[in-house]
């Protein structure tokens, strides 16, 4: 079995503006668990484990819906929580794009057939930096940090592939590696390994 999903890598520009950030909130924030720079990524549909030989028809279903998109920009800002400030789990940088959530819907329906069943949550683009164990802290610093970085600008990412990915999990963290790349906008024979 091999541990997938569909992702987007982010421009290093925009993950080195929030490793800053992650630096900063780590002296106020405490019991967090921070996604490390290169493992920063916006997940179009995570798949979980999946059987070896059912990676080429994921590959050709998630194909025929991403080659046709066009390439597009990304923006982040701002910093937010799930499920709710009183028992955060995730903390996440908000994302935002034209046509973003058009092209996770069309990967969903892509991947239904193959069994994977549609994301019943309402669709919130984000970038997750930090995961909570169990969080500890009092909820009125978390509020106090959100209302901080509000508005903060991360920039823009610029989105000209997506990327089926393998999660490994070790000890220290989750190793993300590429299983294929697929460009936005390209021919149906323009798909790449690595």
């Not at 279903?61 to 800002?77: C, D, E, I, K, N």
């Not at 823009?156 to 490994?168: D, L």
Request: charged share 25%.
């Amino acid at each position: 079995m091999i541990r997938a999903f569909v992702g987007v890598r982010i421009d290093p520009k925009m993950t080195q503006k929030i490793s800053e950030v992650q630096s900063q909130l780590t002296r106020s924030l405490t019991g967090i668990r921070w996604v490390v720079q290169e493992n920063l990524h916006f997940t179009l549909k995570f798949l979980g484990a999946v059987e070896e030989e059912k990676i080429t028809s994921i590959i050709k279903a998630v194909g025929r819906v991403v080659r046709p998109a066009q390439p597009f920009s990304l923006t982040a800002g701002g910093i937010g929580v799930f499920p709710d400030i009183r028992k955060p789990r995730v903390l996440w940088v908000g994302l935002e794009a034209q046509g973003l959530q058009t092209l996770s819907q069309e990967v969903e329906a892509a991947l239904e057939p193959l069994g994977f069943a549609p994301e019943k949550r309402g669709f919130k683009p984000h970038l997750t930096i930090g995961r909570w164990r169990n969080f500890t802290a009092k909820a009125q610093r978390l509020k106090e940090e959100i209302d901080h970085w509000k508005d903060h600008d991360f920039g823009q990412s610029r989105v000209e592939e997506v990327v089926i990915f393998q999660s490994i999990l070790k000890p220290n963290g989750a190793v993300y590696s590429p299983l294929q790349i697929i460009p936005l906008g390209a021919q149906a024979d323009l798909v790449r390994e690595n």
